[in-house]
């Protein structure tokens, strides 16, 4: 039976030791707008080195939760640490990839005027950008296979180019987390691809990277961890133990419908913009 509000110690055998028990702890944590709390109870711990799943429906939290990380809701209870140390403190350790939506495309700057934003939690609003910034944004670039847009408007990107881009701006910041809102979201199945070829070598190499998520079946295939919210914790733990119907369920309510078929789970979603996702049944083991 899965464990509800439960930590889980599981950490990658792909990351380097690192000297913090958990990259991200987050202890019964409550945070709104105006006084009112959009999610509370939210307690849940993740080792360095692993990609954790966000899922629920909309809602149900998630963006609120990762804005709460960075310090940009205000708490109304709770704490979090990154590294053992208060996380609003650390702001210029977490990157940040927001939805497309929450981008002004109108605003007239370049590809490359957006990736050195990452770098500005590190060297300050004040300071220009030196000959090591520059060559951080390069090397971000080159990674999301940009490189060759630098000089383009934003405004004239594609969705996924937009979308590789925003995670450039994060690369270039070099974050220990990374919190990606619905990163492949209505992007072309190449760009998907990259996209987590670039969060799994971040992975791979230490680094802790968190997502949410609609897509129930990715979770399944590439994820350590997945994190079940629905203004509160529902479920923390491995996909082979948190994917019950009883937990997704309770997860979506009545805006989730599982029905087996064959060897497979589908989960009907009946929101705006949830979608029909054939979920395999992990093995157990």
């Not at 055998?13 to 939210?42: F, M, N, Q, S």
């Amino acid at each position: 039976m899965t464990q509800r509000s439960s930590v889980s110690g599981q950490r990658s055998a792909r990351a380097p030791e690192a000297p913090w028990h958990y990259c991200l702890e987050v202890r019964d944590l409550a945070a709104g707008y105006e006084g009112t709390p959009a999610i509370r109870a939210i307690s849940f711990a993740i080792p360095p080195g692993q990609m954790v799943g966000v899922i629920g429906p909309n809602g149900a939290g998630k963006t609120t939760l990762f804005k709460a990380i960075l310090g940009l809701v205000p708490l109304q209870g709770g704490q979090i640490l990154l590294h053992e140390k208060e996380a609003h403190a650390q702001r210029s350790l977490m990157g940040y990839v927001p939805q497309i939506d929450d981008l002004d495309r109108r605003f007239p700057v370049s590809v490359r005027d957006v990736v050195m934003m990452g770098r500005y939690p590190r060297i300050g609003w004040v300071r220009r950008p030196g000959a090591d910034d520059a060559a951080a944004v390069r090397a971000a670039l080159e990674r999301v296979d940009m490189a060759d847009l630098a000089h383009r408007q934003i405004g004239r990107l594609s969705g996924g180019q937009l979308q590789r881009v925003l995670l450039a701006r994060a690369l270039a910041q070099d974050p220990h987390l990374l919190l990606l809102d619905e990163p492949v979201s209505g992007v072309d199945t190449t760009t998907q691809h990259a996209i987590f070829a670039v969060l799994e070598s971040l992975r791979d190499a230490g680094k802790t990277v968190v997502v949410a998520t609609h897509d129930l079946n990715c979770v399944v295939e590439r994820f350590e961890q997945v994190l079940c919210l629905n203004r509160r914790l529902v479920a923390y733990g491995p996909p082979t133990q948190v994917f019950r119907d009883s937990v997704l369920e309770e997860t979506y309510g009545s805006h989730l419908m599982i029905v087996r078929v064959g060897d497979r789970q589908v989960v009907v979603a009946d929101e705006h913009r949830h979608r029909t996702h054939p979920v395999r049944r992990p093995e157990r083991g």
